[in-house]
């Protein structure tokens, strides 16, 4: 047990992040500044006892990041005891105990993430008390159980969906007097937190809307529009296996892990069944309702019981074959451990970046997934989103102007700051922030969307588009400009041949052209006047969600990508 | 007592690799193995084919807690080579059946030269010549499991011995040891098959395969004599090994046998498809077996065998040292260099890269492209661009970095990397070389020329100048030319210059056709004369301009 107590500390040491890096992140270093529910710090469903404790220790470490961490170090070091304790006493196996617990906190999604600013090392801390005080009797051990799964909820409420059903199977499993006691002190223990978060939110009907609008956009982009073009089987293996590394890695783990979960059945263990019902409630939600870019860190619950099962299923050699596990996990991670403990990450790069680069009187445009970096880093700089932004400043030649890009850029005069790329990067992580660019908006290259026009999307090693509907309308700047260039494109993925797109400028047709799929145009129209307004209408369109045998989930309507337009 | 040689050897080994740790990157493949670090993608050559996915795999683990790839590669290849070192101790003292004789076959191979020279830096070799020596120690003590467990991964680390290491698991004639082999190889590769894809491997691995052609004595010098050092080295040494060789290689001696198949296997190996332009780096594995047969043959004297081993390694460090020295007091010439060309570079510009260099350029913090590129740049008289350059330069306002020449560097290594030169290329000095213009080729003393075909053309951007001055040269023989119609002598072994009339601001084409031509020997190029420079410059006569 020391030993291995020894692997989780050295291991977390060289984990240590050097900065904040994912959006999360930042919103809870918002919220240990400031709980502020309503503004998304911390984002909802609201993490009250996280943020508690957060503050608690803001008191005594000033940097929001650090408290965080360290936070999440400490909570690393206790769920880890408490994970091997639980698990040996559901096993009856000490060995079985110390190897599922490291297999768990050293697979590489918890070397990833533990030593993070989010919620996850100290929610799963909680839970593995929860569950170690399941695994034992008696009036005092069914009231820490339930206050530690009361307390687990409200520092990730996530976590209500495999601690409910356990609840109930630990409940099921006990005499009357301790079910009677498990309930009063989890309602008790819920309603300690649930009160401040409430009074928080505004009330209780406010605090109904807040959860029911994280419900609502839960059941909009979770379980539907962020499944584009994931299939059953990918969303699968995103939520159960990617978690465990490379294939080389998974395969033998979940080989072990089934090996496990029929010696259990066979061996019909009761202690066993609160963390089977756990996980197979929590597979399922995550596997119908979870954004599978969430992935790997929102199907912690399922790694965990993963990680029990292998370590019982391994047949011999338990702790060198958990050894060798750990090494190769390590290796997996690597890549974004080193990068991320050496160098700040890429968004906070390019912040201090345009700190220092752009006045205090200029305007940061924030692409979505930066909104929180914006916020935190750039508030000088009066972030907004990119469109609002640009109606509100897109004449305004006094006012420096610039992008906030999660992806690469060719745009002039950009900066680009990157981690390198690595397919730990890739599986084990929502796949934003690697690289990120700081682009200068000058006068010339700015318009107002008027209609149609979708937001700015980009590519990490790409350039940006916007999608435009069938009829679309921008307002150039008043600037003393001759032309207009505009650079169009269909790309390879649209389902038409070709598509036909007139330009007109100020209500009169300046230009027809047919672009090719997979090609793109430049055009260039003269202008009239200064501030003209240029409408395309495009012959051509198609939803995404609409196509055939399609597993797109996109119900925009698209017609051609707007990439450029510059006045000359 | 048994503890002392294998002391004794870790030690002295210890001592050579902490004083030889480099400064910085010095060839290309150690740039792409720190890239493989953070980015394994072997399409890339990150690392360069054909993988090396353990030692990629070790070198992760490392920088998991080290987080800075060289300092991680560095602090591997030198527990490597220590652990490789003892382990190499007690398989030769098992095969040899004497502690001092096996502690004086591992330090003649780990204080030979081309050990000395590689096996400090950031690469691939010392965790390989680790893993044989395990491989052999396993072999050795009939421990199958092991045996085909560390065969595999030796594979895995330095994919080159696979031809030696197959044929030694075959001669150990193990089902158990060719079980765990073959799985060790499935785990191993399944990454690298994994980022290539099953059906690309073969042209992965193709697509970094060049073997430069030599003559078959030179050949022979080099993977045989050279590793081993200078004459003075190198001649007793494997004088010593025949003779040990005749004394050990009798009927029933399996384990020598096992040896002497694998350094032979991959001496053959060598001899079909290693690049005789990486000096003895591919040889390395195949120095075991004659170290092995030098220790045998110090048998009869074995308390004497590690003492004349250590007088012979202490030969091959002072005859190391030059390129030691340098590597340890400075950054390597092409690491300089580019680190040169990153702070000379103006904004916007381009550093082209010669192909050995490609590793750095794209390393650095600047805009780079291949050679391939100068014709598309010959147009953009907008974008500066430097040249980085492997070797020496006469041309004006380029920077040289070097190290002295030595007799080690010229025998044991690359022959890369000695001299690397920024050379600025200034719009008049580009242009679009057409048919028949071949690459550019340079030495390290700063000669630079581009063979021309017997029919070339080149287009010179419009820019000013009414004049396209060029330099032309002959090694050997000498030919007529004729450019644009004007006909000229070029003699060889001078040079030879000649201005041609052009409009100013104006594309031009300069048409070469040349009376004679010639195709070296083990090249298909047709070459007829040397194109030193080519420049286009103002007329010295105002009034003589054409398009004036």
Known sequence: MLIAFAAIVVTRIAALPRTAWEFDELLFMMGARHFDPVAHHPPPPGYPLFMFVAQLMRTVIASDFAALVALNFAATLIGFVFLALAFRNISGSEEIGIAGSLLFWMSPVMLVHSTAAFSDAGGIALLSIALWSATRDGNRHAAFFALAAAAAVGWRPQLAIAIVPMLFAVVLLRRWRERAIIVIVFTLGCLAWLIPLMLAVGGAAKLLAYEASQAGYLATYDADLSRSNWSAIAVATRFIAQSWGASVMSIPLLAAAIAGIVATVRARDRRAIPLAIAFCVYLSVALRVMDPADGTRYSLPVTLAIAFFAARGLPAYRYALVALFSLASLTFVSSILSQRATSASPPVQAAEFARAAFPAKAVALYELPLWPHATYFLSAHHPMRIDPGLTAYFDRRDVPLYIFADGATRAPGARTFRWQPSEAYATLTRNHYRVVSIIPLPPERRFKPLRGIHSLEREPEGEGWRWLMPIAELQLPALPATKVELRLAVPPTVPFDSNDVAVSIDGRLAQRVRISRGTSVVLSIPLARPGAIVRFESARSFIPAEGRGSANRDPRRLAVRLIDVVLR | ?548
């Open chain 2, 1 to 548: 007592m048994k503890r002392l040689p294998p002391l004794l050897v870790a030690i002295v080994v210890a001592a050579t690799r902490l004083r030889a740790i480099p400064r910085g990157f010095w060839e290309g493949e150690e740039v792409r193995f720190a890239r493989a670090l953070l980015t394994f993608d072997p399409f890339q050559q990150q690392p360069e084919a054909p993988g090396y996915p353990f030692v990629v795999a070790l070198g992760k683990l490392v920088n998991a807690f080290v987080h800075d790839p060289f300092a991680s590669l560095i602090a591997l290849s030198v527990v490597a080579s220590i652990a490789g070192a003892v382990l190499l101790t007690f398989a030769f003292a098992r095969i040899l059946d004497d502690e001092w004789c096996g502690a004086a076959g591992a330090a003649l191979v780990y204080l030979s030269p081309a050990m000395l020279v590689f096996t400090p830096l950031p690469n691939a070799e010392a965790v390989a010549m680790a893993l044989i020596a395990a491989a052999l120690l396993t072999y050795a003590r009939g421990d199958e499991l092991l045996f085909g467990v560390c065969a595999g991964a030796a594979i895995a680390a330095r994919p080159q011995v696979i031809v030696a290491m197959l044929a030694l698991v075959l001669f150990a004639r193990k089902r158990r040891a060719a079980a765990a082999f073959i799985a060790t190889l499935v785990v191993t590769f399944e990454p690298l098959v994994e980022a290539v894809g099953v059906d690309r491997i073969g042209h992965y691995v193709r697509a970094n395969w060049n073997v430069t052609r030599m003559p078959w004595r030179e050949v022979a010098m080099r993977f045989i004599a050279h590793p081993w050092g200078p004459k003075l080295l190198s001649l007793p040494l494997l004088v010593v090994a025949a003779a040990g060789a005749v004394m050990l290689l009798r009927p029933g001696e399996r384990r020598v046998f096992g040896v002497a198949l694998f350094g032979f296997a991959h001496l053959a190996f060598c001899f079909a498809t290693a690049d005789r332009m990486d000096g003895v780096q591919p040889m390395l594995p195949a120095v075991v077996a004659t170290a092995l047969f030098a220790a045998a043959a110090l048998r009869p004297i074995a308390r004497c065998a590690l003492p004349l081993a250590l007088a012979y390694g202490a030969g091959a460090i002072v005859y190391s040292e030059p390129l030691i020295a340098q590597r340890t007091a400075g950054l390597s010439p092409p690491a300089a260099a580019t680190a040169y060309a990153a702070r000379m570079l103006p904004p916007g510009g381009i550093v082209v890269y010669e192909p050995s260099l490609e590793a750095f350029a794209r390393d650095a913090a600047f805009t780079s492209a291949p050679l391939a590129a100068l014709n598309a740049l010959a147009t953009r008289s907008d974008i500066p661009v430097l040249l980085l350059a492997d070797g020496g330069t006469r041309a004006p306002n380029a920077k040289t970095f070097a190290w002295p020449d030595s007799d080690v560097y010229g025998k044991v290594t690359t022959e890369h990397y000695r001299v690397v030169s920024v050379i600025p290329l200034p719009p008049p000095a580009r242009y679009i070389a057409g048919s028949g213009v071949f690459q550019l080729e340079r030495t390290a003393d700063g000669r630079e020329w581009r063979w021309l075909a017997q029919d070339a053309t080149i287009t010179l951007p419009p820019l000013p100048g009414s004049i396209a001055h060029l330099e032309l040269s002959l090694p050997e023989n000498d030919n007529t030319l004729t450019i644009n119609g004007r006909t000229i002598e070029v003699v060889h072994g001078k040079t030879t210059t000649i201005d041609i009339p052009v409009v100013s601001n104006a594309a031009a084409t300069l048409t070469f056709h040349a009376a004679r031509h010639f195709t070296p020997s083990g090249e298909t190029r047709n070459l007829a004369v040397q194109l030193l420079s080519l420049e286009r410059r103002q007329s010295q006569f105002p009034g003589s301009d054409p398009g004036n």
